[in-house]
């Protein structure tokens, strides 16, 4: 799987395997102080926070690898305040565990996490599709289908950067009618769901043809604005997608939160 340049350790292993930061390589971000007057040290601090952010979100960093702030802050070529800036808000957001005197670590993968995510994106979205089902302008249909196309021809396994860009590009388009609060609360979502959709594109063999099919018919609801439809293909879709991890990584975990949200919202089965 590529990485972005940069940001890509040489050979992650798990906490379990006895990995620390010392066994993570980074590149010194070029030409970034180790610290920065008024507004430039808060920027410098969201832009290490973006870098281990998507680290964490690709595996490059997997769930287990231990965080050490001193050492991470010497690779990045950063002073400690930014990093512990970002640490700040990498545990604000519940991607590490980092408790007073204790080695920070990316969190492992939580079912119940996983289960309240999907939960809340498959209601949430719902109603953006259902709202922006009757919105859509031949333009946007245009930009859903180039979307779609590119997802389609990209290799996941060379390009998963450009690949998820463009699928966050499609849903994007097909909620993109609600309030910006809304927005902002679906773009905070996908985000945090991603890793899990990179662990079930892993462990289901056939999962892109079935996620393909279900875009597909997602698109042609939309262009048909029959937002029931859409509404019951985009529920279900989510859903799939978290029954499908938690098959794999905690099958005895009983997900109420996805289940109940599929039955309100797609009126049907998973």
Known sequence: MSRKRGEAPEEPRSAADGSDASQVTFEPAVGTPGSAPGGGGRRLALDVHGRLREMILSGALPPGSALLQAEMARKLGVSRTPMREAFRLLQEEGL?????????????????DLDGVYGAR????????SVTA???TPGDLERMSA???????????????DWHAAHREFH?????????HLQRMLVSLGEHSERYIRLAQLGVHN???RAHSEHEALLEALRLSDKDEAVRVISRHLARTALNVLADIAPEYEPAATRTALG???NGQA
Do not use: Y
Request: hydrophobic share 45%; net charge negative.
């Open 147 to 161: 979307a779609l196309k590119r997802m389609q021809e990209l290799s996941v396994d060379d390009r998963p950067d």
């Open 96 to 112: 590490i565990d980092a408790q007073p005197d204790q080695r920070a670590r990316v969190r492992t993968v939580d079912p119940e």
């Open 172 to 180: 994007r388009i097909a909620t993109q009618a609600v309030a910006p």
């Open 264 to 266: 309100i919202a797609g």
């Open 207 to 209: 999962s892109w043809a």
């Open 122 to 129: 498959i209601m949430l979205e719902s109603l953006a599709v």
């Open 134 to 136: 009757k919105a859509l």
